[in-house]
């Protein structure tokens, strides 16, 4: 099926006499008629469900439905897409290891790596999403274990060129990790230029209704991890906390890493969705299609308005002729990019308040990429914890907004824009 149909039609295959939706299964555990039966589920030698915290049927096939969107070959959901980041990245970088990361990505993100992951004894190296391939490559080190970047980074939306990052990450050989969030696998999917694991906060355009938090970790199921065995000793060794199970040689290639995250990480940590969100999600997924493409739409029209007012100091919308990113875009996003638009205003922080507090129809929220159009200030909220040099290489100054265009009516967003920007003129 091609992605429009898989929206709709992917992940779940009712038989005859079962239910035409993909049914919630609100059920913390299973039962099973003898210990051997559940001990195989322990063992990893059966495939089935024992407790929701590792697995839930409901989550497995919302998780297969975005595997089949993505193009990979096994997936998980998480209980945040900032859980999905943390997971993938820690179920292959420990302490007294290494990460290269892009410096132009979500502010939570950044805290996660540079902060939390840091006291844990992971080490991190930032490089401009523009760095050359001999700058690149400079960044890595003999315990480098990954690759971090944004396909379109929140909220700076610079581009990631993905293929780039993903030959000197293969070159050092170790995988790259792409975020995809904003550009979701409509109109971008990251596999088909190099990268070996995507990341999503399902919260975002998947499910599109600000309903449900959640992520999700598709692995495309490329990356040799025996080739490179020295490096990732707890995919290519045997785990004596499953009786000595090697996921590798077990799982393969296609399944290793998903099956050691959902075992070890989720296990341990219990970052779950429930399977009530799960549901949520795949009513969004089946609209994803539609949906982004309006964004899309809404999102060039506000930009190309604002690229013109006078209030205006610079506009950062990727798909905008023009752009920094426009030919990156043009390469990796030919349908679109997203419904997010950053924009500095002339008169600065104060004017960028005054902007905000003047919309009528978009509302003042620290979330985004949803069918309602909403906005905010990062530098003082998503991104607060950073310092003026930390903003700047962010990409988000403190001057800049960040609009996230709904499915609204296009001529009464930019109406609504319009009369906020003459407030904003006057203050």
């Given at each position: 099926m091609k992605t429009n149909s898989i929206c709709v039609q992917g992940g779940y295959t009712p038989g005859n006499g079962e239910p035409r939706q993909i049914p919630?299964?609100?059920?913390?555990?299973f039962k099973y008629d003898t210990c051997e039966d559940m001990g195989a589920l322990f063992d990893l030698e059966a495939e089935g469900y024992f407790y929701s915290r590792l697995q839930n049927p409901t989550n497995d096939l919302v998780a297969a439905k975005i595997a089949q969107l993505e193009g990979g070959t096994a997936a998980m959901l998480t209980g945040s897409g900032q859980a999905a980041n943390f997971y993938a990245m820690f179920n292959i970088c420990g302490c007294g290891e290494h990460i290269v990361a892009s410096s132009s990505i979500y502010g939570g993100t950044y805290n996660l790596i540079s902060v939390t992951m840091k006291k844990m004894g992971i080490d991190v190296t930032f490089v401009s999403p523009d760095a050359t391939e001999e700058e690149l490559n400079a960044a890595?080190?003999?315990n480098t274990r990954l690759v971090f970047g944004e396909t379109i980074a929140n909220p700076a939306l610079t581009v990631l060129d993905i293929e780039k990052f993903a030959k000197c990450a293969h070159a050092h050989g170790v995988p790259l990790i792409v975020d995809n969030t904003f550009a979701t696998p409509v109109n971008c999917r990251p596999f088909e230029w190099g990268a070996d694991i995507v990341?999503?906060?399902t919260t975002k355009y998947m499910d599109g209704h600000g309903a449900a938090v959640g992520g999700a970790i598709v692995d495309s199921g490329n990356f040799d991890w025996m080739a490179y065995a020295d490096k990732y000793p707890g995919l290519c060794t045997p785990d004596e906390s499953?009786?000595?199970v090697t996921y590798a040689e077990r799982f393969g290639k296609g399944g290793a890493f998903i099956t050691k995250c959902t075992a070890q990480l989720m296990r341990d940590l219990g970052s779950v969705q429930s399977p009530q969100s799960a549901f949520l999600l795949n009513l969004g997924l089946e609209s994803l299609h539609v949906r982004m493409q309006r964004h899309c739409e809404n999102g060039l029209a506000v930009a190309e308005f604002l690229s013109g007012h006078p209030a205006v100091a610079y506009v950062n919308y990727c798909s905008l002729p023009g752009n920094k990113y426009y030919e990156l875009a043009k390469k990796y996003l030919p349908k679109g990019s997203c419904g997010v638009v950053s924009f500095g205003l002339k008169g600065g922080r104060k004017a960028a308040g005054v902007f905000m507090k003047s919309l009528k129809m978009a509302s003042i929220a620290t979330h985004v990429a949803d069918a309602r159009t909403c906005c905010?200030?990062?530098?003082?909220?998503?991104h607060r914890q950073m310092n003026d040099r930390q903003l700047l290489e962010a990409g988000v100054p403190a001057e800049l907004v960040r609009l996230s265009c709904g499915i609204e009516d296009k001529e009464d967003?930019?109406?609504?824009?319009?009369q906020a920007l003459e407030a904003a003129s006057q203050s």
């Open positions: 919630i299964v609100q059920s913390t555990t890595f080190r003999e990341t999503h906060s499953y009786h000595g905010l200030s990062p530098a003082i909220t998503t967003l930019l109406a609504d824009v319009a």
